[in-house]
């Protein structure tokens, strides 16, 4: 079992930058790829930032040069830096690791970017 604790959301205005935070406690070691969702008010829950297994990041399009994922092994922790926001960003923003067997999500963080 795998616990995740997201912070960081909240409202900004549009070209500003928010620093998500989720706290990876329990099985850590199981774990082999991390990744940040979001989900926007009537769409589906899409994937935005993954770490792979093999240590490759991966960005979705819509938010290449803007978001950065990181890790700190050392804290189990993991950020989501969001730069340049847009109003299309607003969205719950969800962790999950994931590892053979499933995927492990925190509750979500909300994140409103105001035009």
């Known amino acids: 079992q795998v616990h995740l604790v997201e912070s960081g959301g909240g409202l900004v205005q549009a070209g500003g930058s928010l620093r998500l935070s989720c706290a990876a406690s329990g099985k850590i070691l199981s774990i082999t790829s991390w990744a940040w969702y979001r989900q926007a008010p009537g769409k589906q829950r899409d994937v935005v930032a993954t770490?792979?297994?093999?240590?490759?990041?991966i960005y979705t399009d819509s938010v290449k040069g803007r978001f950065t994922f990181s890790r700190d092994n050392a804290k189990n922790t993991m950020y989501l830096q969001m730069n340049s926001l847009k109003p299309e960003d607003t969205a719950v923003y969800y962790c999950?690791?994931?590892?053979?067997?499933?995927?492990?999500w925190g509750q979500g963080t909300q994140v409103t970017v105001s035009s």
């Open positions: 999950t690791a994931s590892w053979p067997l499933g995927t492990f």
């Open positions: 770490i792979t297994s093999g240590g490759s990041t």
